[in-house]
T-cell receptor
Framework: DAGVIQSPRHEVTEMGQEVTLRCKPI?????LFWYRQTMMRGLELLIY????????DSGMPEDRFSAKMPNASFSTLKIQPSEPRDSAVYFC????????????FGNGTRLTVT | AQSVSQHNHHVILSEAASLELGCNYS??????LFWYVQYPGQHLQLLLK??????LVKGIKGFEAEFIKSKFSFNLRKPSVQWSDTAEYFC???????????FGTGTRLKVLA
C-alpha cells in the first residue's frame, strides 16, 4: 500500500500564476477529498469526489479554484490565478466506500504564493 | 450543523507527564470518532478510532481515548508522554455513512525533554 501520493510537496509561485496540485488516491478507494489547512481556519474541506464524480464542492473558495478527477487514480486541484491568500497546505485524502472509514491523508502540498 | 471543539490549543508538558486532551462534539445521533496526529511537516496520521462497542479505545504509540456519550466527549489520553509525542493532535467526527468529516481546530503539544 503506497498510500495517498501528492505532488509537488512544495510549490512557490508568484501571484497571478496558475498552480496545479496532483493526487493519486489509494488503489481501490473510491472517495477522494481535498482539504486546505491554514493556521487561521484549520482543516477545511474543499471538495469531495465519489466514483470520480464531484459530490460536494461547496467548500471551494471561489471560481479561481477548480478540481477534476478524470479517473479513479488521479485528481487535480487547480488555482488560476493564484493569490497570496491561497498560501496553505493542501491535503488530499481517500477512503473506500462513501463514508465512515478513517481518512487516509497524503503528505500534502505546501503552497506559497508571493 | 456538527461541530468539534478542542479546548486546549497549546499544551506544554515535561517528559513522563500524563496527557489528556479534550474533545467535545455537537451531534445528537450516532457518530464515528477519530484522533489524528500531525508531526511537524508531515501529514495527518490516524491514532485511533471509535465506531461502536467498548467506549475505551486503544490506539498506536500508547494512546487511548474514552467515548462518553452523555458528555459528547472523546478525550485523548496517554499516561506518560515522550519528547517524540510533540505534534499537533486533531479530533474528528463523522456521521456514519456520510462523507462529512468535521475536524477540531487542533491542539499543539510540546513535550520538553
Amino acid at each position: 500500500d503506497a498510500g495517498v501520493i501528492q505532488s509537488p510537496r512544495h510549490e512557490v509561485t508568484e501571484m497571478g500564476q496558475e498552480v496545479t496540485l496532483r493526487c493519486k488516491p489509494i488503489s481501490g478507494h473510491n472517495s477522494l477529498f481535498w482539504y486546505r489547512q491554514t493556521m487561521m481556519r484549520g482543516l477545511e474541506l474543499l471538495i469531495y469526489f465519489n466514483n470520480n464524480v464531484p459530490i460536494d464542492d461547496s467548500g471551494m473558495p471561489e471560481d479561481r479554484f477548480s478540481a477534476k478527477m478524470p479517473n479513479a487514480s488521479f485528481s487535480t486541484l487547480k488555482i488560476q490565478p493564484s493569490e497570496p491568500r491561497d498560501s496553505a497546505v493542501y491535503f488530499c485524502a481517500s477512503i473506500p466506500g462513501g463514508g465512515g472509514s478513517p481518512l487516509h491523508f497524503g503528505n500534502g502540498t505546501r503552497l506559497t504564493v508571493t | 450543523a456538527q461541530s468539534v471543539s478542542q479546548h486546549n490549543h497549546h499544551v506544554i508538558l515535561s517528559e513522563a507527564a500524563s496527557l489528556e486532551l479534550g474533545c467535545n462534539y455537537s451531534y445528537g445521533g450516532t457518530v464515528n470518532l477519530f484522533w489524528y496526529v500531525q508531526y511537524p511537516g508531515q501529514h495527518l496520521q490516524l491514532l485511533l478510532k471509535y465506531f461502536s462497542g467498548d467506549p475505551l479505545v486503544k490506539g498506536i504509540k500508547g494512546f487511548e481515548a474514552e467515548f462518553i456519550k452523555s458528555k459528547f466527549s472523546f478525550n485523548l489520553r496517554k499516561p506518560s508522554v515522550q519528547w517524540s509525542d510533540t505534534a499537533e493532535y486533531f479530533c474528528a467526527v463523522n456521521v456514519p455513512g456520510t462523507y462529512k468529516y468535521i475536524f477540531g481546530t487542533g491542539t499543539r503539544l510540546k513535550v520538553l525533554a
